[in-house]
């Protein structure tokens, strides 16, 4: 019995002391800290995070942390949404290990001026779809035709080509950038307003962007580009690896600041 008594209280010993090493051990992070990164997406002008969802879901599915912000677009000025905007990035992203962001037309410039104002250490990749970084002909085409447009929404007033616009003021960015352009309109006025291919709203000359990485073409309307699978795609390959992947449905161009 004594010695059954002393194997007992060998194995209880053990058993103790392993329960120690495991409480004085440090916790792992919990699952979301390890090595996942964050994504901010910000919509287009008249949009809301809605139209961005498609591309939440796919990026998702490929193991980033989403944050599908939402902006009030049509009803203030560009320096108040650009506040609005940074004030959602800090609240979700502040302590994210690294952040990328993904935006759609009216939501590059936006995104341009958050990291414009303030440097972030955690600042990853940006990919813009169809942005409109030398302002657009169509709006200024509202600007001239349109009665009180600039006032009912003044992003529109920003959105011009002038050099003094919202649009032409930003700075070149200092972070690795990847832009995509879409070259199928149903638009009448492409051929009368934009100075080669555009996607109906935004010509693929303005789409370009000084600095920028990497930039691609795809055959996409300005509406659909944010939808398609295959732009998703090159979406991730970009926030992975810094580049677009090369494929059949995607057209690069060299990279050049626009006119």
Do not use: W
Not at 132 to 141: F, H, I, K, M, V
Not at 144 to 161: C, D, F, N, Y
Not at 162 to 188: C, E, K, M, Q, W
């Amino acid at each position: 019995m004594k010695r059954a008594g002393g194997v007992a209280f060998l194995a209880f010993a053990s058993l103790a002391g392993l329960a120690a090493l495991l409480r004085d051990a440090p916790a792992p992070p919990p699952d979301d800290a390890r090595g996942v990164e964050d994504v901010v997406l910000l919509h287009g002008l008249g949009r809301t995070d809605r139209a961005m969802q498609p591309l939440a879901d796919a990026l998702t599915r490929a193991g980033f942390r989403v944050h599908n912000l939402a902006y009030p677009s049509l009803a203030e000025e560009p320096a108040e949404l650009v506040a609005i905007a940074a004030q959602q990035i800090d609240a979700c992203c502040a302590q994210a290990e690294r952040l990328h962001f993904v935006t759609h037309s009216l939501g590059g410039l936006i995104a341009r001026a958050v990291l414009a104002q303030a440097p972030r250490p955690n600042l990853g990749r940006v990919v813009m779809l169809a942005p409109p970084n030398s302002g657009s002909e169509y709006a200024d085409l509202v600007r001239a035709t349109s009665v009180g447009s600039a006032e009912r929404i003044p992003a529109i007033a920003a959105l011009g080509t002038d050099p003094a616009s919202f649009a032409r003021s930003l700075p070149p960015p200092s972070y690795p950038v990847g832009v995509i352009a879409g070259t199928r309109t149903v638009n009448p006025l492409d051929p009368l307003l934009l100075a080669g291919p555009g996607d109906g709203a935004v010509s693929v000359a303005s789409a370009q962007l000084a600095g920028m990485s990497d930039f691609l073409t795809v055959d996409a309307t300005h509406s659909s580009i944010r939808r398609r699978a295959d732009v998703h795609a090159q979406v991730i390959a970009f926030l992975r690896t810094g580049a677009f992947a090369r494929a059949p449905s995607a057209t690069h161009a060299a990279v050049a600041p626009a006119p």
